[in-house]
Each structure stands twice: as C-alpha cells, then as structure tokens.
C-alpha cells in the first residue's frame, strides 16, 4: 500500500546553528508532512517499509535529509537515533545553482515523439529511504504515521539558495511482504 | 595474451605507481585539446552536463536508471586518457578510493590525494584547475577541497547491507545515496563555500572524484559478482551512453572491458 501525502507544507526550523556532529553544515527550512497516516491502513505483515520521496529537486546545493517518524520537533540539533524516530536520510548531490546562460536550467517539454535527445538533468528525482524499523516501532506505539524532514546543507556554491534547500512533490509509505 | 590493467586500492600503490599515476595527471592537466584533463571533467558538468544520475523518464516508457552504465563508460574513456599521458611501465589503472576501510575512517580522503606538495612539486592529485569560459560567470581557478570528519564516512557494515540488495534498480537507488553523501561530505564548505566535490556541475575537475568513482563502479562489480554480471533490466541494454561509443549491453563485464580490480597486485 502507498500513503501520499499532496500539499507539502514547510515551517521554519527552530535550530539556529549546526549541531557539533554536522561541523559546519547548515540547516534549511524543515518539511513536516501535512498529513497523518493511520496505522490502521499498514498491513499486519511486511517485511519492509521504504518511505519514498516523489518529485525532488536537486538544482541546488548538496544536503542531507534526515528523516524522523512521529518527531515534529526534528531539527537539525536532534540526534538521528531510533528514539528519537530517526528512520534514515537520504543525500542530495545538487547542482550547485545555475552557471549557464538565462533558461538553461528550465525543463523543456518534449517537441514531439521524434525527440529522442536525452532528458533534462534536473528533471526531479525519486530517493528512497528504506525504514522499516522506525515505521514499525511508531505503528506499535501509536495510532497515526507522520514524517518530518530535517535538510542539512553539506556543500553550497555562489549560486545556492541556502534558505529553502529541500524541495519534493509528496511521499509515499509503501511496504513489502 | 593482452594483460588487463589492474584498479588498486588509493592507499596500496607502490611509490612508482604513484609517481605513474601523477605523472599522467600532471601531464592531462596541462593538455586544453579533447584529450586533456580539462575536457574530460567538462563532459560531466559544466559546461556539456552529460553525467547521468537518478531516473530519467522524460518521453520514455523506460525507467532509465543509467547512473552505474553511464560513471563506468566516463571512468574508462577518462583512464585510457591518463593512461595516454602516463609512462609504459608500471601499468596503473585508476586507483579506488575505499571510504568505508578503517584508514579512511581515520584519514579521510587517501593520502596520495590529500598533500598539497609532493617532492616540492604541486600534487597533480590534490586539486585540479578548472577552465570554464562558457559558465555564466566563467570559472578559472583551482578546486577546493573542504571534507567532513572522517567518521562520518560509511561503514563495512553499510556496504554489507548494500551488496546484499538483490535487485539492480533497489541496489542503484541505495549505492547512489551513498554517493551523494561522499560528493556533499568531501567537497564540504569552509562556512562560506562550498568545496568542488560537493556540487555536481564542478566535481569531476577535483581529481578524488575519479578514485570515489572507481569505488562505486566497484561495488557495483562486487555486486555483480554476487548476483549477476547480467542482472540489469533488459530494457535499458540497448541505450546509449552519451557521448561514448558504447550501449549500457557494452558495459556490464568490466574484464571485457580490460580491467579489474584488485586489492593489492605484485608480479614476482
């Protein structure tokens, strides 16, 4: 089964600095999915649980996305433990900004079915993050399934936007027996 | 009988290996022409961006996960171009760059690469040069380099559970993710900019870049070993890897494509 959450909402992270653990990496804006999934809707058995990130952008600077299950008061100062919902995190390798001339990091539609030439780079991106254990242990201790996202900004160029890094259409649960 | 050309560990070259390797580092990094260092980092980023990572699936009905296809291609022209530039003996290969062992979990980035000097000379291996004219704003400087502590780096453990992913598209997904990290964690930032590594449109003027992707095309050939050389969904086999001359079908034995890899090699 897959939960999709549409309308991503963002609020601002309330961790001003980095953690020791990040150095000198830097937090962004923090997803915190406008949805909540009853554990109801899980299946009794399955052997894994990936949360996956559908529509993500990746034009911009380098991060981590860490990623916590039933912790809304994730920032980047929370230590990425099972206690604390920590599922896992997914990376982000982006392209840093646009360094070529006006449009050239716009995604063009295709002309036509001749077009063969390949798609655009940045085209968004799907990640997957395999969390079975953080969505068992939230399903047996609680009736509802949220996720909150915590970006922390790795690697940036002069052309980056450092405020609002993390950027994706919706997640889906899906699990497998 | 031709030899294959052996990709050691970073850490295991002998001193003439190592004098090899920068020799025909050095000696690319001074060619402008499409033989030079220059051209092969452009052909990733800026300026022609032909790397391929993540899905493309854009007026395709296929799900062309290329990312593996596509760096092992790259790695293989860009080495018979060093190799072009490098003396006849000893034969190197491009070295790997195992960030999961316990030296890189205690130095980082392997030492080879990582001093700026070696014998008063710059070290061809600690920074390239990069030369974009056409990046708005053009681009003429030396590469940095800002990486992360070192144990932060993957584990053994990690890779374990990642060879053991049976699927080609679940295995790409996850070793990718991998990758992404070790790109944000060595380029870094020194708290106003970022490093090299750490954005896609720059990495492959850092010469770290090719010994990372030697590790991942190795474990995607451990991976193989383990569960398939063949194991790859058919339909991406006839897809072209632009702008080599080879189809992902060319790609999936790498002793065809006369290499291999090896942890340490000595001839008696």
Sequence with gaps: MASRAKTPSRKASRAGKASAQTGTYRPSTVYKSPRTLPVTHLPAQYSRADLEFIGVDHSGASYEARVYVNNPKATADTQPTVSNGYAGSYYIFGHGGCFGDIGHCDIPQKQDVFDTRPSHPLEPIKKVVIATDAIKQAAATSKEIHVTVVPVIMSWTEKSDLTDVMKFDHINLVTYD | ?268
Aim: aromatic letters at 12%; glycine letters at 8%.
């Design chain 2, 1 to 268: 009988m031709a030899s294959l050309i052996v990709r050691k560990n970073a850490d295991n070259l002998d001193a003439a290996e190592l004098a090899a390797l920068r020799t025909g580092y050095t000696k690319a990094q001074a060619i402008m022409d499409n033989r030079g260092y220059n051209y092969f980092a452009g052909l990733h980023g800026i300026p022609n961006w032909y790397c391929w990572h993540h899905d493309h699936t854009t007026g395709s009905t296929v799900n062309a996960k290329l990312f593996l296809p596509w760096h092992r291609a790259y790695l293989l022209s860009f080495e018979r171009a060093i190799r072009d530039q490098s003396p006849a003996a000893p034969k190197v290969g491009l070295p790997w760059w195992d960030w999961s062992s316990a030296t890189s979990h205690s130095t980082g980035v392997p030492t080879a690469f990582s001093v700026a000097k070696v014998g008063g000379k710059a070290n061809p291996l600690f920074r390239g040069h990069i030369i974009a004219p056409t990046a708005t704003p053009p681009i003429n400087r030396q590469t940095r380099r800002f990486p992360g502590n070192p144990n932060q780096l993957p584990t053994a453990a990690t890779v374990a559970d990642l060879l053991n992913l049976s699927q080609f598209n679940d295995f790409s997904n996850q070793l990718e993710n991998i990758h992404d990290f070790i790109h944000g964690w060595t380029g870094g930032n020194n708290g106003s900019i970022g490093g090299d590594m750490g954005s896609l449109g720059t990495a492959a003027w850092d010469p770290i870049f090719y010994s990372h992707h030697c590790m991942i095309d190795r474990l995607w050939y451990q991976w193989q070993l383990k569960h398939g050389a063949n194991n790859i969904p058919a339909a991406l086999l006839p897809l072209v890897l632009t702008p080599f001359n080879m189809k992902v079908q060319d790609v999936l034995s790498i002793n065809a494509l006369g290499y291999e890899y090896a942890v340490s090699f000595n001839t008696l």
